[in-house]
């Protein structure tokens, strides 16, 4: 992104937050899952509430990117990364307002905690994939 | 099925050739920038020189997806008659 004379590299600092954000929240749950610690259960709130907020800045940042410098080209790596940013932008969100809909729903065990966890799990293909995906762009190679 | 794969090769070369494009021209630039900064005569000759090269890269990059693009339309245009035809 230009500003002026100087280039900033918005999105591949945003998206270090993103994917940062996302594993750890997922650590802190699987830390609550296996402990019971309410600690751990907060802190997860927190994380993922974070990468939701962060999801939207590293996707319009990659979109401005996309437009600026690539012109906007239908090449089949921006639309894999377009389609996979519009899912995490859904996946993330949705884990946090379930989870601040009802935070203690967690420490009832069950069928809801285990399809919040596997719904919390759909993030990391989602950021693995769109990072791989970048990380391919900074040094081209074909996938 | 030869078209299919054809298509997928002509789109990766573009999609190759898309991401290289801005690299062109952020080499021109920072060779521009260097003649600009160049107090040296020669220096600045040969950094601009450097900036033109880049520039004509960057056209033939432009050039070759251009005609990539042409020859993808084509096929793809080629692959969906075929298809008419068989059906009948």
Redesign the interface.
């Known amino acids: 992104m230009r500003i002026g004379k100087y280039t900033i590299h918005l999105h591949p600092m945003s998206v270090h937050f993103t994917n940062a954000l996302y594993p750890v929240s997922l650590l802190f749950l699987a830390l609550y899952l296996l402990t019971k610690e309410d600690s751990s259960r907060t802190t997860y709130g927190y994380i993922i509430t974070l990468a939701a907020l962060s999801t939207p800045v590293s996707f319009a940042t990659g979109y401005i990117q996309w437009r600026q ?2 012109k906007a ?1 239908k ?3 921006f639309i894999r990364k377009i389609r996979l940013g519009i899912a995490l932008m859904a996946v993330g969100p949705s884990c946090t307002l379930w989870y601040w809909a009802d935070p203690g729903f967690l420490t009832r065990g069950g069928m809801e905690v285990f399809l919040f966890s596997l719904l919390n799990l759909t993030v990391l293909p989602l950021a693995v994939t769109l990072g791989y995906l970048g990380g391919n ?1 900074v040094r ?1 190679r ?1 996938h | 099925m030869k078209n299919i794969e054809r298509i997928r090769e002509l ?2 070369q ?3 050739l ?5 690299e062109e021209e952020a080499a021109h630039l920072f060779y521009m920038g260097l003649a600009n900064g160049a107090s040296h005569k020669g220096a600045r000759e040969m950094f601009i020189k450097l900036a033109d090269q880049e520039r004509r890269h960057k056209d033939d990059l432009e050039n070759l997806i251009k005609e990539l693009k042409e020859q993808l339309e084509k096929l793809k245009r080629g692959e969906e008659d075929d298809g008419l035809w068989e059906i009948t």
């Open positions: 410098k690539y080209a090449v089949r790596v762009l081209w074909p | 789109e990766g573009i999609e190759a898309t991401i290289a494009l801005p």
